[in-house]
């Protein structure tokens, strides 16, 4: 889901949607407690990435996630409930 931003008095610029999460942006779009998004990552049952030290979930890998684990539900129908 894109944002528009307003640049100068008449331009606007499409802003694409983050491409990644922190723990605590996706538990809080999924519906989960930091905690349990954070024990589903220690026992490898939720995709993330690791950028640093720091624990980061892509978009598209939630997606898929959502897809195998509830079937017919998209991210974007998760935020728009959330909205």
Known sequence: ???RAVVGERQTVEVPAKL???VTE???LLGFTEKRLRH???HRRFPYRRAGSRI???RAELQRWLDGSLP????EEV???LA
């Open 79 to 81: 935020e728009r409930r």
């Open 56 to 58: 980061v979930i892509l």
């Open 20 to 22: 990644s999460l922190s």
């Open 26 to 28: 996706a538990a809080e």
């Open 40 to 42: 589903l990552i220690a």
């Open 72 to 75: 017919g539900v998209s991210l």
């Open 1 to 3: 889901m894109s944002k």
